[in-house]
């Protein structure tokens, strides 16, 4: 994704709401549904809410195999929202490396979390 | 993907609308008997119309209500608070096992089709209902997709199928020891075969296992709207996605046993357990989170939202939004049957539009039409077509009532 430089870093939770068992929490991002979660590296995610397949909302997501899995399908899809795998597809199928969620990029800081809000849309 | 232009007119079904007068074409499930049992009239909401229930004579005759505007989709006055409005259309209403269905459409109402669960005696039918939250193309779509079971209904432990009574996928797989929870966790990436039939679809999943043995799961697509699916050896779901208005439907299930007579107090019981009345609302609901339990998802089940799958279909199909956004779609493989059923879709809407009615599925003669077959076999990777067939002949020749086909 390209970075716009004339966007900003904007708060959209602190760390402690993610101190669970299960990291994950929904955010709206500029009225757009996304969903923040915590990998098994430790690492941030704030990716599209809705599974590209057919919609299905991932805040229900299994948090497994250090990503975060739709329950609909199976579909995995990795921190950079990434579709890293399609379980239901026929074997050898390489559907999955064209599928993407929307991705924002985070960072963390001081116990904030924060979001880079590009002023055109490029994080849908 | 498709176009927002496209996804309206496959949606929406209120007067007027191209898939409406698809759906208008066939008779659709209004009320269940049980709701009729206080007497008449009855509140019904359906295909964007606010209707009533009312008998004319001998005839059951489904009117328009007077409404409020703003009332919730699903308004169910008590009878003595309906309004007829005589200026507003009435249609044809019928009962048949345990449903009045009503025919909201030009012309003569058809003939209904001799399915099972119209043929089987009301002793070994029961039907029920409940309200889902979105718009009714994808509360259908989920129905004839059948990989979705091994992921979605996914159980990471087999229960006991001593408790199964009335309950989808708890039986074992035909003539072998291997609970159906157990077979759609290890067979993930079922083959998908599609065939069009004079009612719709026949939609054949294929689960090839070890030993060259493959699991054969025959489900249909009942056009419009319905499905057609195993329950258990013993039972089928015949089952309508009814839209009360654009973003809102029910499901209507007629639950057909072959052998024995339906224990219907013991299915109504397990049904009303789970749904509030009178307007048949799911008590586990987007707005308590369909009780998702992590700890449950991490452990018991996939989705964390307990054992009835109706809770999971629901969560699928009402979190995607109330119109499903189809321009963001990416459909793959195991969505065959979709696609197969939107180019049917829109095909029945370009025969209305150039005033060929009859070209519609089942608008003809239908008299050839039975069953449909709707079960699940193991057989041998080589001849699993012929086994899946006997296995259905065996089921029907046994059956006290006549399930000839």
Redesign the interface.
């Known amino acids: 994704m390209e970075t716009n430089t004339s966007g900003q870093w904007v708060i959209v939770a602190q760390s402690h709401q993610l101190d669970r068992?299960?990291p994950l929490i929904p955010v709206t991002l500029d009225e757009k549904p996304f969903v923040l979660f915590r990998d098994e590296e430790g690492k941030l995610g704030l990716i599209g809410r809705?599974c590209?397949?057919?919609?299905?909302?991932l805040c229900?997501g299994?948090l497994e195999d250090n990503g975060l899995r739709c329950?609909?399908?199976?579909w995995h899809f990795d921190r950079y929202g990434q579709c890293v795998e399609?379980?239901?597809?026929?074997?050898g199928?390489r559907?999955y490396t064209?599928?993407k969620v929307p991705m924002v990029p985070v960072k963390e800081e001081n116990g904030a979390i924060s979001a880079w809000m590009a002023l055109e849309g490029d994080a849908r | 993907m498709i176009s927002q232009e496209l996804n309206d007119m496959i949606t929406r079904i209120g007067p007027g609308t191209q898939a409406g007068a698809v759906l208008r074409h066939y008779w659709q499930p209004a009320a269940l008997n049980d709701e009729m049992e206080d007497g008449l009239p009855v509140a019904v909401n359906l295909m964007g119309e606010r209707l009533a229930l009312i008998r004319e004579g001998e005839l059951l005759v489904l009117a328009t209500r007077h409404c409020p505007d703003d009332a919730p989709s699903a308004q169910y006055p008590p009878s003595h608070e309906i309004e007829i409005d005589t200026s507003g259309p009435s249609y044809p209403a019928h009962e048949i096992k345990g449903i009045a269905f009503a025919y909201m459409g030009p012309g003569a109402p058809p003939p209904f089709p001799q399915f099972d669960c119209f043929r089987a005696p009301d002793s070994h039918v029961f039907a029920f209902k409940g309200l889902w939250h979105c718009n009714w193309l994808q509360a259908l779509e989920i129905g004839i997709d059948p990989a979705h079971a091994s992921f979605l209904h996914r159980f990471l432990q087999d229960e006991d199928q001593e408790d199964s009574y009335g309950k989808q996928f708890r039986d074992k797989a035909a003539h072998t020891n291997m609970p159906i929870t157990q077979l759609l966790r290890d067979y993930p990436r079922p083959d998908i075969e599609v065939e069009e039939t004079g009612y719709g679809l026949k939609i054949t999943a294929l689960r090839h296992m070890e030993n060259d043995l493959t699991h054969v799961r025959v489900t249909n697509q009942i056009f419009p709207e319905a499905i057609c699916i195993p329950m258990s050896r013993e039972m089928t779901i015949t089952q309508w996605h009814v839209p009360v208005d654009d973003e809102t439907c029910y499901w209507y299930t007629i639950f057909t046993s072959f052998q024995k007579p339906v224990n219907k107090d013991l299915m109504r019981e397990q049904r009303l357990k789970e749904h509030r009345l009178p307007d048949y609302a799911p008590l586990k609901n987007r707005e308590n989170n369909y009780h998702y339990d992590p700890a449950e998802q991490a452990k018991l089940t996939y989705t964390g939202m307990g054992m009835d799958i109706n809770v999971h279909d629901q969560w699928a199909v009402e979190g995607m939004g109330a119109i499903q956004d189809r321009t963001q779609e990416h459909l793959g493989r195991s969505d065959v049957a979709i696609i197969h059923y939107r180019r049917m879709l829109r095909r029945a809407i370009a025969d209305l539009s150039d005033g060929r009615s009859d070209a519609l599925p089942m608008q003809g003669d239908i008299a050839g039409l039975r069953g449909p077959l709707s079960n699940d076999a193991i057989a041998d990777s080589k001849d699993w077509k012929a086994a899946s067939h006997a296995v259905d002949l065996e089921r029907r020749a046994a059956c006290p009532w006549d399930a000839s086909v």
């Open positions: 068992s299960r809705h590209p397949h057919r919609g299905a909302d229900y299994r329950p609909f399908h199976g399609q379980p239901a597809e026929p074997e199928s559907m064209q599928i």
